[in-house]
């Protein structure tokens, strides 16, 4: 199987920067084998898919990011 390389940019602030990092070092993996591991952990080959994707988990809390204080 093929599969057609693409590259996904995505900005993020110092805070969830530091969240990617300890969730990654907790996973004992570097940041962007860990962001490549969450996108496989579901199929996502269009934005088709995307699209569904993100509206299934619209309003999903274990996505959002809460400030601590």
Do not use: C, N
């Amino acid at each position: 199987m093929t599969y057609m390389s693409t590259i996904l940019t995505v900005r993020l602030t110092k805070e969830e920067q530091g969240i990617l990092a300890k969730r990654s070092r907790r996973a004992g993996m570097k940041k962007a084998t860990f962001v490549r591991k969450l996108i496989r952990d579901e199929e996502i080959a269009t934005g088709a898919d995307l699209l569904a994707w993100a509206e299934r988990h619209a309003g999903d809390d274990r996505l959002r990011i809460t400030p601590r204080k």
